[in-house]
């Protein structure tokens, strides 16, 4: 005879995206903050691409505009939920 051994636990996810992303532990602000985040790593990112490819005093502001968007993009990534629990409930 064989056991099987339980390897997750049973959850009841039928009110979709609400009982989702209160499994893995996301709330409504977290995930905004994530968003954000996500979307501030991309435009940094092409900020960065741009300033490899400039030429003259140009590539320093684009490279400087980059690196400020990465910053603010980790740090939402790490703080965002604290940052955004403070704000006043309507």
């Known amino acids: 005879m ?8 049973k959850y009841d ?3 979709g995206f609400e009982d989702f992303f209160g499994t893995i532990g996301v ?9 954000v985040a996500a979307v ?3 435009i940094g990112a092409r ?3 741009q300033a490899a ?3 003259g005093g140009q ?7 980059a690196v400020g ?3 603010v993009a980790i740090s939402l990534v790490i703080f965002g939920d604290d940052l955004f629990a403070t704000l006043p409930t309507a």
């Open 59 to 65: 590539g320093l502001r684009k490279a400087g505009e």
């Open 13 to 15: 996810l039928s009110k």
């Open 27 to 35: 709330t409504g602000a977290g995930l905004v903050s994530k968003a």
């Open 69 to 71: 968007a990465l910053v």
């Open 53 to 55: 490819k400039s030429e």
């Open 2 to 9: 064989s056991k099987f051994t339980v390897l997750a636990k």
């Open 40 to 42: 501030l790593v991309i």
């Open 47 to 49: 900020l960065a691409i």
